[in-house]
């Protein structure tokens, strides 16, 4: 961590990097507290060398006092706190507006933003990109999957991505082949903080295509439109034909796919069943998992918890170090340009 090299995720033996990055404390705002934006806040504040929270934004105050922040950086006035001078605006409102208007002001005054909020970046990727937005929160929770996208393509040219994108149907469909209902299976799933605010997001398939047009894009280069995603639901399935396909040693997984076909993109999200020893059988629950198939047929198999408080944090953590280290280089080369 603060280290100037990437971490490396790989059949290696663990090594942890001490710093090499001389002290910057990155002043950074956080828009929206409230699952991951709370779980941010907490990660940020036990690191008070690397982050100063500046403002918080949110419209729940109790929520956020709960969760230490303190009174004196609490604003419920989300415009205001953009003209903070801050290194980095951190976006976990979700939803189009208001983050779409204020993740654009924040980057017209030059701040850094990160962002996880996969419905925005779906819709208006093309509008707000920039080399100082970053979203790897976005897709996958804790799970690198912009990154291995992006490593994967620097070797050769991919053939396909497929992957348990959306935790809670996973979630759903474990609890629904273990002998739960539906409705038991969804209320657990938002008690545990997994699903999104209108749970039918999850459930009819959109969140896993928003966060697939993202995996797309980082490993085909291309715009796959939302509507062009062929996309069945969980509307589509019934317990008892989930715990039949239990019985006979199958596993039923919404995989998410895009792949080459003839010259072309072929896109859905649908549920399948798989065999046991599947890759994409092999996620339980909340978890995540992500292949990526080259031209070669190299395969890439990560996966992860893909849901919840904790993990979706790691990323935009991830994301700010980055960032931390990329303003330290920049003021570095400053210098050196000054002398
Ligand atoms: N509702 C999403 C999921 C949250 O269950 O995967 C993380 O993007």
């Known amino acids: 961590i603060g280290s100037c090299r990437a971490t490396e995720v790989g059949p290696h033996a663990d090594s942890v990097a001490l710093s090499e990055l001389p002290p910057r404390l990155l002043r950074v705002s956080l828009l929206g507290c409230g699952t991951v934006g709370g779980g941010v806040y907490q990660r940020l504040a036990a690191l008070p060398e690397l982050f100063s929270v500046v403002a918080v934004g949110t419209r729940n105050v109790e929520q956020a006092v709960e969760d230490g922040v303190p009174v004196k950086v609490l604003t419920p006035h989300l415009d205001a706190l953009i003209t903070e001078p801050v290194d980095v605006v951190i976006e976990l409102l979700g939803g189009i507006e208001p983050a779409r208007t204020l993740i654009s002001e924040a980057l017209r005054l030059g701040r850094s933003v990160v962002t996880a909020n996969k419905a925005l970046l ?45 935790g809670t149907t996973n979630f759903i469909l474990d609890e629904l082949a273990n002998g739960s209902d539906l409705a038991e299976a969804v209320r657990a799933a938002q008690k545990n903080g997994y699903a999104e605010r209108d749970p039918k997001l999850d459930l009819d398939g959109t969140d896993a295509a928003q966060k697939l047009v993202l995996l797309a894009r980082a490993a085909f280069d291309m715009d796959l439109p939302l509507r062009s995603i062929e996309k069945q639901g969980m509307e589509s399935l019934n317990p008892k034909k989930i715990r039949d396909a239990k019985s006979k040693g199958r596993v039923t997984r919404l995989v998410a796919e895009c792949r080459r076909v003839s010259g072309d993109f072929v896109a859905s999200v649908s549920p399948s069943e798989l065999p046991l020893d599947h890759p994409l059988a092999c996620a339980p629950g909340v978890e995540n998992r992500l292949l990526i198939q080259s031209q070669t047929g190299k395969l890439w198999d990560i996966g992860g918890r893909g849901a919840g408080r904790w993990p979706t944090p790691e990323a935009v953590l991830a994301d700010l170090f980055d960032l931390r280290r990329e303003l330290i280089n920049a003021a570095e080369q400053e210098q050196e340009c000054v002398a």
């Not at 509008?127 to 970053?134: E, F, I, P, Y």
């Open 122 to 166: 779906a819709n208006d990727f093309t509008k707000l990109h920039k080399a100082s937005l970053r979203y790897s929160a976005a897709v996958g929770g804790v799970v690198p999957a912009i990154e291995t996208i992006n490593r994967a393509r620097r070797l050769s040219s991919l053939q396909s991505i497929s992957g348990v994108l959306n």
